[in-house]
C-alpha cells in the first residue's frame, strides 16, 4: 500500500473530494470534525482545513477498500499508517502552494475552466460538463464557483512547481551504463562437481583406532539429549469405537444436516478488478478488447497482483448481482464491468468447477465413522470427572488405568521422541513441565483422548556408548575423509587447469554455459559456483567448496553487455527510469523540507486527533 501511494505523485485533493461527492461520500467534507475548528495547520500562508484532511482520508480509505475487495475500517487504515501518509500529502501540498504564490507561479481562467470541464465526475453519460452535476457538487460542499476554482488554480500552481523540479533531474547517463554493463554482462564457463567415484581408490575402511579417535573427538555429534522417563494413562476415542452403536436414522439426520457438504453446486475460478467509477472500468474493458492489455496488466496498472484480486471457487450466489453474468460464460473469459457493492468491476473467469453430488448411500459409511468418533469423544467426556476423582482420591496411574480400563504405558521423552502420545504438542508440552512433585491431572487432546502423566526420572545429556552409534561415527569417518581426498584431487587437477588442461581432459563430468547471466542459478551446484563465476576473470580456474561438496570451475569468457542489443537496451531504459526516477524523489522530497523548514509549519495536533476520533 504505501509504495502505491509513494508512486503517486500530484494526488490532488481537490479531485479527491469530487469523487467522494459523486459517489455519495461527499456529505462528509461539510462536517465539523474538530469541535469548531476549520483549521488543522499552516505552512507560512497556507491553510490546511480539517475538512482537506477528512476528505483525503475518506478517499484514501474508500480506494484502499477497492483495492483490497473489502470495506477498510479506520482502525486498519491507520495500522497501515494512511493518516500519516493523507497528513503528510497535505503538508506538501500546502508547502508548494504557499512557494508557488511567493514566486508568483500561476496559471490563467482557460486553463482553470479546462481542468473543470475535464473532470469526469462533473460529466453527464454523454461525457459532457454538467452544469447541474456542478451546481449540485456546490451546493453540497457550501462553496462558491469561485472558492472551488481558486482550489483548482492552486493546484495547477502546484503542479508547475512540482513538475519543474521534478522534469529537471535525469540519472547520469555513466552511472545508468555502468549499472546496466554490470547487470547485462554474461559469462562463459564450465565447472565439474568432484565425487567420490572420481577418487583413484575408495576411501578403506576406519580401524578401530581411527574409529575411536573420531568417536573421542566429534563427542558432541553422538550425544543422547536429556530425557524424561514418564509414566502415563491415556484414553483414545478409538478405544471406545466397538462399544459405540449408530442407528440408520441418526445417519440420515446427520446427511440432512451437512448436506452443503455433499451437494456442491457448480462453481467457477473467479478474479475480480474494482473499479473506482464506471467510465475507468469501461475504458479497461475496451483495451482488453482491443488485446492492448490483459486481465493481469490491468491489475498490475492499479498496483494489485493476480493473487490479489483473485476470488478462488465462488458458487453463483457469492457473486450477488454479478453472478448471472459470470456464470453464463461457459469457457474462460472475461465479462463486465458489472455493478457491485464495492463498486464497477470486471470479472475473469478462469475455469468451470462441475457440481458434485455425493448420495447418502456413498457417503454412509464416512458418516457412520465420523458419527461413532463423535460419540466416542462425548463419552470420555462423560467419563472424565470419574477418572479426576480417583486421581484426586490419591489412586496411582496404575491404579487407575486397571480400574478404568485405560492404557497405561511407560516413554522416554526428548527431542529424537516421535510417534504414539508424543505426537501430540499438548502431551510434549505436559512432559517438560512436569516434576517429580507434580500432582497427576488429567489433560484434554485435540482429538478428544485424555492423558495423564507422572514424572519417574531424569537422565541428563549424556555421551551415547560407542557400540550405539559405531556405525553412524564411521560413516562420518568415511564422509570426512573422502571429502579431504576430494579436496586434495581438486587442488591437483587445479594445477593442471592452470597449466592449460581444460575440464572436459581431465575426464570429469563437466556442465558448460555459454551465456550465464548473473544472478542466474548453476543447474546441480551450489549458490557458491554461480558467485564465484562473477568473481573471476577469463581463464582463471577455481575450487569451490560449500556444504561440503567440492567443485572445479574454469571461467571461459566474459561478455560485456552489447548496447545495441534490444534486451540491453531495454534494461537500460528501465534502469534510467528508475535511477531518475529515485534521484528526482529524492530531490523533490529535499525541496519540499527545505521549502517548509523556511516557511514554517504549524500543526495542531488537537485537531488532528478530534478528525481521528470521529473517523472510528
Known sequence: MSTRLRRKKANSVVWAVLALVMLGLGGYGVTSFSGGKTELGHVGARVITVNDYARALHSEMRALSAQFGQQVTFEQAQQMGLDRVVLQQLVTAATLE?????????????????????????????????????????????????????????????TILQGAVLGGVKAPGALTDRLTGWEMETRDYTFAELIASDLPAPIAAPSEDEIKGWYDSHGESYMRPETRQISYIWLKPEDLLDKVEVDEETLKKAYEERKSEFVIPERRLVARLIYPTAEEAAAARARLDKGEASFEDLATERGLTIEDVDMGEVAKEDLDTAGDAVFALTEPGVTGPLETNL?????????????????????????????????????????QEAIEDLLASGATLEEVAKDEGLEFGQIEVN?????????????????????????????????????????????????????????????????????????????????????????????????????????????????????????????????????????????????????ADAAVAARRAQTEATLSQSLARDVFEQFARTLQANAGLSLDQAAVAAVNAQMQ
Open 98 to 158: 504557499n512557494e508557488a504564490d511567493a514566486v508568483g507561479v500561476s496559471v490563467g481562467d482557460a486553463q482553470v475552466r479546462d481542468k473543470l470541464m475535464a473532470a469526469p465526475a462533473l460529466q453527464d453519460a454523454s461525457g459532457a460538463f454538467s452544469q447541474d452535476l456542478y451546481a449540485q457538487f456546490l451546493q453540497l460542499q457550501r462553496m462558491s464557483a469561485a472558492e472551488f476554482e481558486k482550489t483548482l488554480r492552486a493546484e495547477a500552481a502546484r
Open 343 to 383: 463498486g464497477p468491476a470486471l470479472f475473469a473467469m478462469n475455469g468451470v468447477l462441475s457440481a458434485q453430488i455425493t448420495t447418502f448411500e456413498d457417503a454412509r459409511d464416512d458418516l457412520r465413522s465420523e458419527v461413532a468418533m463423535d460419540r466416542a469423544r462425548r463419552a470420555i467426556a462423560d467419563r
Open 415 to 563: 527431542s529424537e521422541t516421535e510417534g504414539g502420545l508424543a505426537a501430540y504438542e499438548t502431551f510434549r508440552q505436559a512432559a517438560a513441565q512436569v516434576t517429580t512433585e507434580s500432582f497427576p491431572t488429567l489433560v484434554g487432546l485435540e482429538d478428544g483422548g485424555i492423558f495423564a502423566i507422572r514424572l519417574d526420572d531424569i537422565a541428563p545429556p549424556a555421551l551415547r556408548p560407542l557400540d550405539e552409534v559405531r556405525e553412524k561415527v564411521a560413516a562420518d569417518w568415511t564422509a570426512d575423509q573422502t571429502h579431504a581426498a576430494l579436496v586434495a584431487l581438486a587442488g591437483e587437477d587445479l594445477a593442471q587447469l592452470q597449466n592449460g588442461v581444460t575440464l572436459e581432459a581431465l575426464g570429469l563430468v563437466t556442465t558448460r554455459d555459454d551465456r550465464f547471466a548473473r544472478n542466474e542459478f548453476v543447474p546441480d551446484a551450489v549458490p557458491e559456483v554461480g558467485q564465484a563465476i562473477f568473481a573471476m576473470v577469463a581463464g582463471e580456474s577455481r575450487v569451490v567448496e560449500a556444504a561440503g561438496r567440492v567443485f572445479l570451475v574454469t571461467l571461459n569468457a566474459v561478455t560485456p553487455a552489447d548496447p
